[in-house]
């Protein structure tokens, strides 16, 4: 049962910009901190950015001042607005509720992600 489903990614030049968005379905999203997540080729998930039912957000230092969560609860959908990309941003993107993943750890459900490549 697919209970995430990211789009946006896609080919961009350095210096460009990108929107993601996700959407959730309510056992994910809920009333939990949601997030973006990336996986770089040959390296391990890391958290980008978090945001909270009250809209409060956190952010990974490599992207900071550069990228903006945010989310609408009406829709159970979560956004990712990338700006002044790099190609070290290049990787596969997924959400996810930071709240689950931290309980279920392992165990817990991704959703295909989907692709950033950014080009110099």
């Known amino acids: 049962q697919v209970q995430v489903v990211e789009s946006g990614g896609g080919l961009v030049q350095a210096g460009g910009s990108l929107r993601l968005s996700c959407l959730a379905a309510t056992s994910i999203f809920g009333l939990n901190t949601m997030a973006w997540y990336r996986q770089a080729p040959g390296k391990q998930r890391e958290l980008v950015a978090s945001?909270?039912?009250?809209?409060?957000?956190n952010y990974a230092d490599s992207v900071k001042g550069r990228f903006t969560i945010s989310r609408d609860n009406a829709k159970n959908t979560v956004f990712l607005q990338m700006n002044s990309l790099k190609p070290d941003d290049t990787a596969v993107y997924y959400c996810?509720?930071?709240?689950?993943?931290?309980?279920?750890?392992?165990?817990?459900?991704w959703g295909q992600g989907t692709r950033v490549t950014v080009f110099s």
């Open positions: 996810n509720s930071k709240t689950l993943v931290a309980i279920q750890g392992t165990n817990a459900y």
């Open positions: 945001v909270t039912p009250a809209d409060s957000t």
